[in-house]
């Protein structure tokens, strides 16, 4: 089946890293992303990472992919009060075009 | 470009009326999903279109919704009647051949 989990809650300090974990079912997932929505606003896509890759690095962003595991992770690196969101990621299926969501990640940033 | 523009920003309404919401894609995108964001069920595809023709409706919750696209700029999603239920935030986003979504700033919609 279809099913994508996060942690609900992520508390971290100012200038700390923060690391969002993700685990999904579905081994044929061809692409995964990261989407942030900040409060009142639409989701914002961050970053994806093909299937076959084990990581992606863009500015203080890392992805890490472990497939055999089906484990997803974001890395934000020296977090900023800016970086309080919620953090969702996804997975889209090789057998059609739509994205299963996960539940969300409340990242709370204090100084 | 503007992005994915969604209107009304916000919609209330009372129960039994009908509400249509609207969203314009992002200009060559060739995709549009309409999304559902409630706190107890999270962010729910109701349907998606390619080249404006609907490819899965089966998120969509019952006969009282209904969404089109007329042509590559213009989608609306419909809700008649509606419903105390129906009280959510709704998601319009859109992609170049499926790869990266784009999300509209949402149409808070509350059902009195």
């Known amino acids: 089946g279809e099913d994508v989990e996060q942690s609900l809650f992520l508390s971290v300090r100012e200038g700390d890293s923060s690391v969002i974990n993700c685990t999904y079912t579905d081994s044929s997932s061809t692409y995964l992303y990261w989407y942030k929505q900040e409060p009142g606003a639409g989701l914002q896509l961050l970053t994806y990472i093909f299937s076959n890759m084990d990581m992606k690095q863009d500015q203080r962003l890392t992805v890490l992919l472990n497939k055999k595991d089906k484990h997803l992770s974001l890395r934000i690196a020296d977090t900023q009060t800016g970086d309080s969101a919620i953090y969702f990621c996804?997975?889209?299926?090789?057998?059609?075009?739509?994205?299963?969501f996960g539940t969300g990640t409340r990242l709370q940033v204090f100084p | 470009d503007a992005g994915v523009i969604q209107s009304p920003r916000h919609e209330v309404t009372e129960m039994g009326q009908e509400v249509t919401l609207r969203c314009k894609p992002i200009?060559?995108?060739?995709?549009l999903f309409w999304y559902r964001q409630t706190m107890m069920r999270g962010l729910e595809l109701l349907i998606y279109?390619?080249?404006?023709?609907?490819?899965?409706d089966s998120g969509m919750p019952e006969d009282r919704f209904s969404a089109k696209m007329p042509n590559a700029s213009f989608s609306t999603l419909k809700i008649q009647p509606s419903e105390p239920r129906d009280s959510a935030v709704y998601f319009c986003?859109?992609?170049?051949?499926?790869?990266?979504?784009?999300f509209g700033p949402g149409t808070r919609l509350t059902v009195t």
């Open positions: 200009s060559g995108h060739d995709y």
């Open positions: 279109f390619n080249n404006n023709v609907p490819i899965d």
């Open positions: 996804a997975e889209r299926l090789r057998r059609t075009d739509k994205l299963i």
């Open positions: 986003a859109s992609s170049f051949s499926a790869y990266e979504q784009y």
